[in-house]
Structures are given as C-alpha cells and as structure tokens.
C-alpha cells in the first residue's frame, strides 16, 4: 500500500507538470478544437445540401422526360384527329389531348420549381464553401502556432508522458480509474498532501488521528471534505526529493 501511495502521488506530480506544459500553449488547443469542429459541421451542412440538390436535379430531369413523352403523344393523338369516324371518337382524343396538355404544364413547372431551388440550394453551397475555405485556413494558421509552441516543451513533454506511463502500468485499473475520476472533478489535483494539519487541496483541518494514520502509510484515505486522496507531509517530501 505504501508503494501505492506514493506511485499515486508521483503520478499527480507529473500530471501537473503536463497540466503546466498545457497552460502555456494558451488558448491554442481549444481553439483547434473548435474550429475543427465547425470545420466538420460546415461539412455536414454542405453534404446535405448538396444531396437535396440531387433528389432537385433529378426531380427536374424526370419532369423534362415526362413532358417530352407527353408532347409525343399530343402529336400522335392530333394525326389520329385526321382519321375519326364519328363525333365520339374525336371528343375522346381531344379529351386526352387537353389531358396530355395539363400535364405537360405540370411537367414544365414542376421542372422550373426544381431548377429554381436547385439553384438556390447551389447558392447556399457556395456560401457554405467559402465559409469552409476560410476555417481552413484558419485552422492551418491557428495549427501552426500549435506546433511551434508545442515544439518548444516537446522533449520535456514526451520524457514526461514517457514517466507517466511506466508509472500508471504499476498500478491497477481501479486505482487508476478512481484517481483519474477524482482528478477530473477537482481540477486536476487528486492526490494532495497534508500541509500544516490540512488539507492541501481544500485547505480544511483534518483530525489528528487521521493525520497519525496516515503517516503510517498503509491504506488509503480520502479528505472528508473534498473527496481527494491524502499523503502525508514527510512522504509527499521524500517523493518531492526524487522526482
């Protein structure tokens, strides 16, 4: 248990050394983050919009063929006009001709509704690509700075990372999956050592039993106030010295 501690306690340091590393590239990251992000909806947006732009043209070109099988049969029907015997036989072809003629209204306007949203949907498109344009640009720049910022600490970093790891493969799932839930609600600090009979995370005073426990190393206990995990002064100094 005393080993546990103690690989906890070093795993914080170095969290928080990887958190400082962090804080220096500013803003940098988030912005990233958020402009790959409105990147990716941008995207999303165009790909929609371009797939109604399809169904539009192809709604167009099926009104086209409709209207041109249409004007065909009008023409068939008129010759037939020329061959009728009786007033019942010409009324029933030019019913259909008059039939024919209604839809090929239709035809030509649903193909002009089609075409006119197309080209509004087109519009918005082009709208949505420069907008796209210029979040990549935005993006490489803003990356950019990232890398040379990161480029400065990256040894420092990746030797840290390298320590984290082989420390976080000595302990269990358990152990690190309460220390990273903890980490994670009190901003980025877990693992806190009691400095002048408190506690070094929320500052409250802690019985002096359990300051005695735990100098003795043994188990692990947590604040009673704040939920983090507590060391004690003269381990958390003898860890200080080696790291």
């Known amino acids: 248990m005393e080993n546990k501690i103690k690989l906890l306690y070093m795993l914080q340091t170095l969290d ?19 402009l790959n992000d409105q990147i990716q909806e941008t995207q999303t947006q165009i790909d929609a919009l371009q ?11 099926k009104a086209n063929l409709d209207e041109e099988t249409l004007n065909q049969r ?18 029933a ?3 259909e001709i008059t039939e024919a003629e209604d839809k090929i209204m239709a035809c030509m306007q649903a193909a002009e509704d089609n075409d006119a949203k197309q080209k509004e949907l087109s519009t918005s498109v082009d709208e949505l690509k420069q907008k796209l344009e210029s979040l990549q640009s935005e993006l ?3 990356k950019k ?13 990746l030797q840290l990372q390298h320590e984290r790891d082989k420390i976080a493969r000595q302990l269990t799932d358990e152990a690190l999956s309460s220390y990273d839930r ?11 050592p009691i400095t002048r009979g408190a506690c070094g995370g929320c500052y409250k005073t802690v019985p002096p039993q359990l300051n005695l426990l735990l100098r003795k190393n043994d188990e692990i206990h947590h604040c009673e106030n704040c939920g983090r995990i507590l060391i004690a002064e003269e381990i958390a100094a003898e860890v200080n010295k080696v790291a």
């Not at 400082?20 to 990251?29: A, C, F, H, R, T």
């Not at 797939?51 to 070109?61: P, T, V």
Request: aromatic share 4%; charged share 45%; proline share 1%.
């Open 140 to 142: 490489s720049e803003n």
């Open 93 to 95: 072809i030019t019913k």
């Open 16 to 34: 928080l050394k990887l958190m400082d590393l962090e804080e220096e590239k500013g803003d940098l990251p988030g912005i990233v983050r958020n």
């Open 51 to 61: 797939k109604q732009i399809d169904e539009h043209l192809a709604a167009r070109e």
């Open 145 to 157: 700075d990232l890398q040379e910022v990161s480029k400065i600490h990256e040894d420092e970093e």
């Open 74 to 91: 009008v023409e068939e029907l008129k010759k037939q006009l020329y061959e009728v015997r009786n007033n019942k036989e010409y009324d």
């Open 182 to 192: 903890i980490r994670s609600a009190k901003y980025g600090k877990a693992v806190v």
